[in-house]
C-alpha cells in the first residue's frame, strides 16, 4: 500500500525542488504518511461536527437549522480559496504553503472551540477553510512533483484511504465527543496532530517552487466575493432578517459579480479558472453535473443527524454508529468501480446511478419513529453505494479529455465546483426543511421529521433531474482514462 521508497532524481520525477538536494529514501518514505494524515485532519472535519450539530446548538442558545452557517462557511471558504493554492505554491514554495496550511488550519480549530456565539464560530470556521483549501491541492502537487509516474497512482490511492476513512469515524467520534466529554474537543482534537504535522513538515516536505504567471487578483475579487454573497443570500434567505427587496438585490449582484467574472476569464491572459475548459464535452458533463448532483444530495449528511436525534430522540452516539454504514458501503465498493466503468461506460453508470440515488433520497422521507434500525442501516448502506459510485465517475471522467497542461487547472475548477456544491447543498436543505416548518426554532420531533420528510423529497427530486446533465455524454465518453487516474474521494 505504500509507495517504494526510491530516490527522486530529475529524472524520475515529475519535477524536482529548486535549490535543495533530491529528497532522502526515509523523507520519500514518511511524505506519503505526512500527507495523508493533513488529508485525513482535513477529511474528518467536515463529518465529525454532523453528528454534534444538535449538542452544539443548544449549547450556543439557537435553533439546530442555524447551525447550516457553520457547516457552510467551512465548504464556502474551501471553495474561494482553493484557485489560488497552487499559484501560492509555486510562488512561496510547498513546504512554506503546506505548513502555512496546517497552522492556520490548527490555529482556526483552536479558536473555533473558544468561541462563546455562532457568529465567532463561523468566522473561525472560515479561518480553518482558509487552511484546509491549501492542505489537499498542495499535497496532491507535492505528490506529483516527488513521485515518478510509475509510482503516482500508488502513492495517490494511499493517501485517499483517509478521505474514505474519515467520512467512516467521523459521526462515531463526533457523538462519542458531545456524549462523554464536550463539544469543544471536536475542534481541539485537532491541535496535538497539526503540531506534530508542523515538525514532519519541516523535516520531511520538498520545498517546490515554480515559474507563476501574475496572480488575477481581479478575477479573485469578483469570483470570491460573487460565490460569498450567493452562500449569504441563501443563508439568510427564510430567516426573515432581511426584507424580500434586500434578498433580491444581493441575488442580482451576486450573479452579476460571477457573470463579471465570466466576461473577464475570457478576455484574461492568465485567469484565475480557466472556463474555456468547459467547450470539452467530459469536462463539461463531469463538473457541472457533479455541481448540480451535490445540490441535491449534498444536505443530507447535514439532514440525518437532526432526524436521528431531534425527530427520532436517538443519542448523538446512536446517530454517529447509524452514519457508519454509509461509509462501510463507499470503501467496499471502491476496488469494484473499475470493472463497473470498463463494462458499462460512463455515460449508462451516471445516468442510471443518479436515477438510484434520486429515488433512495425519496424513500428516507419513509424514516420515521415506527421504522426498525435495521432497515434504517440498509437504505443507508445502499446510499453509500450510489454516492461513491457517482463521485468517483464524476472525479475521473474530469480528466478524460485533458492534457498534461490542462490537468491542474481541471483539478482546480472541479475542487472549487465540489466545494460550492457541498455549501450550497447545506444550505438548500436547510432553506427547505424551515420551509414546511411552522416554527423554524421549535424543536417539536413530529414537526421536524415532518419538514426533513418534505425536504427530502424536494431533494430527491432534483438529484432526479440531475441526470438530464449526463444525457449529454456519448457511449465511449471516458474510455480513455487510464487506469487509477483521478481516482480520489469526493
Known sequence: ?????????????????????????????????????????????????????????????????????????????LAVFIPISGWMADRFGTRRVFASAIGIFTLGSFLCGMSSDIHALVACRILQGVGGSMMVPVGRLTLVRTFAKSELVRAMSFVSI????????????????????????????????????????????????EHTNPLDVTGLILFGSGVALLSYVL??????????????????????????????????????????????????????????TRLGIGGIPFLFPLLYQVGLGFTPIQSGLLMIPQAIAAMSLKPAMPRILARFGYRAVLVSNTLLMGLQTLLFATIGKGTPVWLIVIEVFFFGFYTSLQYT????????????????????????????????GVASASLVTVFFLPDRHSSNPAQFIHGIHRAFFVLGGMTLLSTIVFYQLKKGDGDTVSEGKGLHAG
Do not use: C
Open 1 to 77: 500500500m505504500q509507495p517504494s521508497p526510491t530516490n527522486v532524481n530529475s529524472n524520475s520525477a515529475i519535477g524536482a525542488p529548486s535549490s535543495q538536494s533530491p529528497l532522502g529514501v526515509s523523507s520519500k518514505r514518511v511524505l506519503p504518511w505526512l500527507i495523508a494524515v493533513a488529508f485525513f485532519m482535513e477529511s474528518l472535519d467536515t463529518t465529525i461536527l454532523n453528528t454534534a450539530v444538535p449538542t452544539i446548538a443548544a449549547a450556543l442558545h439557537v435553533a439546530p437549522l442555524s447551525m447550516k452557517s457553520v457547516l457552510a462557511s467551512y465548504t464556502l471558504s
Open 162 to 209: 483517509p478521505a474514505l476513512i474519515a467520512p467512516m469515524l467521523g459521526p462515531i467520534a463526533g457523538g462519542l465527543i458531545v456524549g462523554y466529554l464536550h463539544w469543544r474537543v471536536i475542534f481541539f482534537v485537532n491541535i496535538p496532530i497539526g503540531l506534530i504535522g508542523l515538525l514532519l513538515v519541516y523535516r520531511h516536505l520538498p520545498d517546490y517552487r
Open 235 to 292: 443563508e439568510v434567505f427564510g430567516e426573515h432578517t432581511l426584507s424580500a427587496r434586500e434578498i433580491l438585490g444581493l441575488l442580482v449582484l451576486s450573479i452579476l459579480l460571477l457573470a463579471g467574472y465570466g466576461f473577464h476569464a475570457i478576455k484574461a491572459a492568465h485567469p484565475l479558472l480557466q472556463l474555456t475548459l468547459f467547450r470539452i464535452r467530459t469536462f463539461r458533463a463531469a463538473v457541472v453535473g457533479s455541481f448540480v
Open 393 to 424: 465517475s464524476m472525479n475521473t471522467l474530469v480528466y478524460a479529455d485533458l492534457t498534461e497542461e490542462q490537468e491542474s487547472s481541471a483539478s482546480s475548477i472541479a475542487s472549487t465546483a465540489q466545494q460550492m456544491a457541498i455549501s450550497f
